[in-house]
């Protein structure tokens, strides 16, 4: 099929000389300004600074000399190269990725807000972070971009991916990228571990069925929290090992590191609907810890910290505010600072000593008997409070689409954030064209053929989406 893009053509020198077409401004907050900040939404600088003692200089002699050596945190160095087609550009899949998320322990959807790191990026952030995820999930072995994202943000989006999910326990911390010639990546190489996934979540559930279940049993959340820093305490030695790095460790092995204990922590909490996430910086060494959330505040957990491996109980980092822990840990580490962009930690109301009176007494676990929550059934799978789709299967992972039928249309199939105003009609050729900033590139749809076409600059060729396939094919080859 052939057309003739003389009006489109200039349409595209126009388009290099405009930022927007027909796109209000807070639509387009992507461009890089800086290395690790520029992609992140806005956070509030002076409530950063909130619970932070004056003096928050890392303060190694506040440190029990036992605790020096529980730093076993691994921070990953991704190696990034030149696309084998430096030329290569992004074109959008014409398939919207959908957030991926967990479910609670009674099969519920969590909200799409949940994941702490997700939320402190810009939407082509999110927009990259839902790729990645999904192909993680789904174990793929190359992730091709169809978000334009630069080399100096992919690191922070993919472990902000990583850290907010514990129970992607086959994929290791290790990958590689590839970027074109103008700085954006085009395509992500995981490592996964040589572990079959379906075995890894079945051991997990062996091993932590039942103390979800007592868990779920519990009156209220901070009797959730206690119970999973009393159970990973009882539970788990501290000890280095090949998978040291994530939840299944912990919870399978019984063996773990700060890294391993964090990521316990947060898929109980997880499970138990409580946002909570690992937190990665420094304490002596390179070191993992939590925060969570409780009642709209935020607390600081160091469970490493707390087990001692001799059959005591110990509290001396249980839901304590950053500033006090700034004592001796800082968040962040060199080039990921990602951990920086969490909110603070300055709760107090449910700090050990105010609302258990300060008594190290360890759950009595001989006392709860808490029984698996019945799978939501009502609602073709869908509980009442949510509203927002079904899922299968008890624990299957839940996709929230990013549709509806009053808001979706031809405008939004390549990005679900476009409306239709974003789109500019060209009268004399008949056409709808949009310039896309995420990916350098220009769209344009044929209203009466229901057709797409992406032109790419660099090599100067049209490529027409065939709706068979999902595919971009040249237009010489369409």
Not at 58 to 63: A, M, N, Q
Not at 294 to 301: P, Q
């Amino acid at each position: 099929m052939k057309r003739n893009f003389k009006f489109v053509g200039a349409m595209i020198v126009m388009a290099l000389g405009l930022t927007f077409f027909g796109c209000d401004e807070g639509d387009w907050t992507d461009e890089a300004t800086d290395e690790e900040s520029s992609e992140y939404a806005d956070y509030d600088e002076e409530a950063d600074s909130e619970g932070d003692d004056e003096d928050a200089e890392f303060d190694e002699s506040s440190v029990d000399a036992t605790l020096t050596s529980r730093c076993g945190f691994e921070f990953a160095a991704p190696e990034g190269s030149i696309d084998e087609n430096p030329d290569r550009k992004i074109r959008r899949s014409v398939t919207p990725i959908g957030q991926t998320v967990e479910t609670k322990l009674d099969g519920t959807p969590l909200p799409e807000n949940f994941y702490l790191y997700r939320e402190t990026w810009s939407d082509a952030g999110r927009r990259a972070y839902d790729q990645i995820c999904a192909g993680l999930t789904a174990r793929e072995p190359v992730i091709v971009m169809n978000v334009g994202i630069k080399t100096e943000n992919i690191s922070g989006i993919y472990y902000s991916v990583l850290y907010d999910h514990p129970e992607l326990f086959w994929v290791s911390t290790n990958m590689s990228f590839s970027y074109n010639q103008s700085g954006v990546v085009t395509q992500i190489t995981p490592q996964y571990y040589e572990y079959d996934p379906e075995s890894m979540k079945s051991e997990v559930a062996n091993s932590v069925d039942q103390a979800l279940a007592d868990m779920w049993s519990l009156p209220n959340d901070i009797d959730k929290v206690k119970y999973a820093h009393d159970y990973l305490v009882n539970h788990i030695t501290y000890t280095k090992n090949d998978l040291d790095q994530n939840a299944y460790s912990g919870f399978a092995w019984g063996q773990t590191v700060c890294a391993g204990y964090s990521r316990c922590f947060q898929y109980m909490m997880h499970k138990m609907g409580i946002r909570c996430a690992m937190v990665v910086g420094f304490a002596t060494e390179n070191h993992a810890w939590n925060i969570v959330e409780l009642n709209g505040e935020f607390y600081a957990m160091d469970i490493t910290w707390d087990d001692p491996d001799n059959g005591t109980y110990q509290y001396n980092y249980f839901n304590i505010t950053d500033g006090e822990l700034s004592k001796n840990h800082t968040r962040g580490h060199e080039g990921m600072m990602i951990s920086t962009y969490l909110p603070v930690a300055n709760g107090t109301y449910f700090s050990y000593r105010n609302y258990y009176g300060g008594n190290a007494v360890g759950t009595d676990f001989g006392a709860i008997h808490g029984d698996m929550p019945a799978q939501v059934a009502d609602n073709g799978g869908v509980a009442d409070d949510t509203g927002d789709g079904d899922y299968d299967d008890y624990d299957d992972t839940y996709t929230y689409s990013d549709y509806d039928d009053e808001t979706s249309g031809w405008w939004n199939l390549l990005d679900p954030n476009w409306t239709m105003d974003d789109w500019a009609f060209d009268d004399e050729g008949g056409y709808w064209y949009i310039w896309d900033e995420d990916t350098d590139s220009t769209y344009v749809y044929y209203e009466n053929e229901d057709e797409y076409a992406v032109y790419d600059s660099n090599s100067e060729i049209w490529y027409w989406l065939d709706a068979s396939t999902g595919e971009w094919v040249a237009e010489d080859e369409y």
